[in-house]
C-alpha cells in the first residue's frame, strides 16, 4: 500500500538558516507524483513544490527545493533562507495510482516548522 | 485564488444531527475532493468526484455520503454525525498531474 511518512514531528530553525524537512514514501507505481504543502496557522493548504517520478532534475521553487532521491524513496523539502513566514505546518504527499487523472493524494502526518529570531 | 468556496466555515451541531457541507468552485475542473484534518493524521480523503454524477469512495468514507449534481458543486453529508466526525474538512479540486488547490477548510464540531 502507498504510505508517506514524515519522522519528524517538530522542527526550529533561526531565520536566514537553511532547514530540511524530511519524507520518505512507499509504491510499487513507477509513475508517481510528489507534493509539498505549507499550511500556516490559519489554516489554508498552500501548493509549493511538485516532483515527478520521471523528472530528472529536482524541482525549485524559489526558497524551495526539493531533493529527490529515488532509490531511497525520499522526497525532502529543503527551505533556504528561513523566514518567520515560513513558520508552519508542512505535509508531504503523494499523487496514487498510475492513472494520472484520478490525482488522489495520500498525505503524511505533517512537519510543524517554527523560525526564531 | 483557485476559487474554491467551503460553506460553512464553521458549524456546531449535535450528535444525530445531519450535517451538509458545500464546496463550490469556480474553475470548471472536472474532479473534486474531501478530505478530513485530524491531528496525527494529516489529511485522509473521504470521497471524491471524476464528473458530475460520478463519485468514489476514499480511505475513510465510512458515516459520510457525496452529491455531485452540477460540476461547481460538490456536497457531502453527515446522515448522523456522530462526535468522532469532529473535524476540519477540506474541499480541493484537481485536474491531470497538476496539483490539487484546496479551499480554506470547515471546522466542525460535533457535540
Known amino acids: 500500500a502507498q504510505k508517506i511518512t514524515q519522522t519528524q514531528p517538530g522542527m526550529f530553525v533561526q531565520e536566514k538558516e537553511a532547514v530540511t524537512l524530511d519524507c520518505t514514501y512507499d509504491?510499487?507505481?513507477?509513475?508517481?507524483?510528489l507534493f509539498w504543502y505549507k499550511q500556516p496557522s490559519s489554516g489554508e493548504m498552500i501548493f509549493l513544490i511538485y516532483q515527478g517520478s520521471y523528472d530528472e532534475q529536482n524541482a525549485t521553487e524559489g526558497r524551495y527545493s526539493l531533493n529527490f532521491q529515488k532509490a531511497r524513496k525520499s522526497a525532502n523539502l529543503v527551505i533556504s533562507a528561513s523566514q518567520l513566514g515560513d513558520s508552519a505546518m508542512y505535509f508531504c504527499?503523494?499523487?496514487?495510482?498510475?492513472?494520472?487523472?484520478?490525482?488522489?493524494?495520500?498525505f503524511g502526518t505533517g512537519t510543524r516548522l517554527q523560525v526564531f529570531p | 485564488d483557485a476559487g474554491i468556496t467551503q460553506s460553512p466555515r464553521h458549524k456546531v451541531t449535535e450528535t444525530g444531527t445531519p450535517v451538509t457541507l458545500r464546496c463550490h468552485q469556480t474553475e470548471n475542473h472536472r474532479y473534486m475532493y474531501w478530505y478530513r484534518q485530524d491531528p496525527g493524521h494529516g489529511l485522509r480523503l473521504i470521497h471524491y468526484s471524476y464528473g458530475v454524477k460520478d463519485t468514489d469512495k476514499g480511505e475513510v468514507s465510512d458515516g459520510y455520503s457525496v452529491s455531485r449534481s452540477k460540476t461547481e458543486d460538490f456536497l457531502l453529508t453527515l446522515e448522523s454525525a456522530t462526535s468522532s466526525q469532529t473535524s476540519v474538512y477540506f474541499c480541493a479540486t484537481g485536474t491531470g498531474n497538476q496539483p490539487q488547490h484546496f479551499g480554506d477548510g470547515t471546522r466542525l464540531s460535533i457535540l
Open positions: 509504491t510499487s507505481d513507477q509513475s508517481y507524483g
Open positions: 504527499a503523494m499523487r496514487e495510482g498510475t492513472v494520472a487523472d484520478t490525482d488522489k493524494l495520500i
